[in-house]
């Protein structure tokens, strides 16, 4: 394929990133691929002011679609956008399968290639109901199909791809050296006064995916180590819910959304213990940005966390898990746990290696090779049907 390739970026809120993990990669796509692709992002006019707006960032093109890139809607601005893709681009590159209907009428178009980034596995999130799973899952069907390439970020999920359609994925995990840590200043302790001891952290959406009433439950019982959650508590009845149940614990503070990085960054850099809760996805991003933060790592026991992790953090798989780490913390080396997190992340989770495997996909011509996996998945990865 010719240098300097027409590359599409299909599936986001837009660019600068300002809402969530896609977001964030096609922002460090658009940075560490301007000088080897033209490229174009699509972004949510409803999601940026007019003043926000521009017709080019960082060499990127950014082309405003009137229409929302999450929710329903997704569908059709994704649909929309690889139609107007399909007037230029050589190479779309789609985060996610909400638009992947549209798929066989793009492939009527041989010249484009199209690299399809499944997600982890969006049909099993406990958001969706079941209409929404039916059709996330044909997406996800017509997506493996047709793409001429599929990406997945976490083995688990390649596997899942291997086992049920029989077609090798590229594994390109989250780069997350974006997130840097930031020294607590007398600012952030007046309005956290938290920050001058030791604490737990965790953010997150707040959904029950994310197992916060478990670790809500642990906590509560344990006020040695005062636990902060930053996330929607408003935006569901389950947040709500929680927040009506635990805001008695002196102990515990649930923060709302935090969307200033210097801020953000000051909670999760200096905390003492980064809890990680997330049971459904593939390699996470809050997860590789902890990690990348040399923060010791309590995640929830499940094949995607253990593989992003290499087996090497703490796990639970309930509250009493949660209380028995806690209560057993001070036999920990938490130190050398950070240490050994933090090298992981700095020879995994880079946005230089992310980008140029993300090259790879588009440019080359190769077979993919048949992986070979050393771990069985679990019996509710099964078949989607």
């Not at 976490?154 to 997350?176: C, P, T």
């Not at 607590?184 to 030791?198: A, S």
């Not at 389950?238 to 990085?261: A, N, Q, T, V």
């Not at 094949?303 to 913390?329: C, G, M, P, W």
Request: aromatic share 12%.
């Amino acid at each position: 394929m010719k240098s300097h390739s027409r590359l599409a970026i299909i599936g986001t809120v837009g660019v600068p990133a300002k809402y969530g993990g896609f977001e964030t990669l096609a922002h460090q796509l658009v940075l560490q691929l301007r000088n080897r692709f033209q490229l174009t992002v699509y972004a949510s006019k409803q999601s940026y002011s007019e003043e926000e707006r521009t017709s080019e960032w960082e060499g990127a093109k950014v082309v405003y679609l009137p229409l929302k890139a999450n929710g329903l809607q997704s569908i059709f601005y994704d649909m929309l956008s690889m139609l107007h893709a399909l007037l230029f681009a050589d190479v779309m590159l789609v985060l996610g399968v909400s638009g992947c209907l549209l798929l066989p009428f793009v492939k009527l178009f041989p010249w484009v290639k199209v690299i399809v980034n499944v997600d982890g596995l969006e049909w099993r999130r406990a958001k969706w109901n079941g209409l929404a799973k039916k059709f996330l899952i044909i997406s996800e069907k017509i997506a493996v199909r047709f793409a001429d390439e599929i990406i997945t970020d976490n083995a688990a999920i390649q596997k899942y791809v291997l086992d049920n359609y029989g077609i090798s994925s590229r594994l390109i995990e989250y780069g997350a050296d974006h997130a840097q840590p930031v020294h607590v200043t007398d600012k952030y302790v007046k309005k956290y006064p938290f920050l001058k001891g030791k604490y737990a952290f965790k953010v997150c959406r707040i959904e029950p995916e994310n197992n916060i009433h478990v670790v809500l439950e642990a906590f509560a019982k344990y006020d040695k180590l005062p636990l902060v959650i930053v996330g929607n508590w408003n935006h569901s009845e389950y947040g709500k819910s929680l927040r009506k149940s635990f805001r008695r614990y002196e102990h515990i503070k649930l923060l709302d959304p935090i969307f200033e990085p210097e801020e953000l960054n000051t909670l999760r850099s200096n905390c003492t213990l980064y809890v990680h809760g997330h049971s459904a996805g593939g390699t996470n991003p809050s997860l590789v940005e902890a990690m990348y933060l040399a923060r010791p790592i309590l995640a929830f026991d499940v094949v995607y966390n253990r593989i992003t992790t290499q087996h090497k953090a703490l796990y639970f798989n309930d509250s009493s898990d949660i209380s028995r780490v806690l209560d057993e913390l001070d036999s920990y080396n938490l130190q050398e746990l950070a240490g050994t997190m933090k090298r992981i992340a700095d020879r995994m989770y880079l946005w230089s290696r992310i980008a140029s495997l993300y090259a790879e996909a588009a440019t080359s011509s190769s077979r993919l090779p048949k992986p070979v996996f050393d771990f069985e998945l679990p019996k509710n990865l099964q078949r989607a049907s």
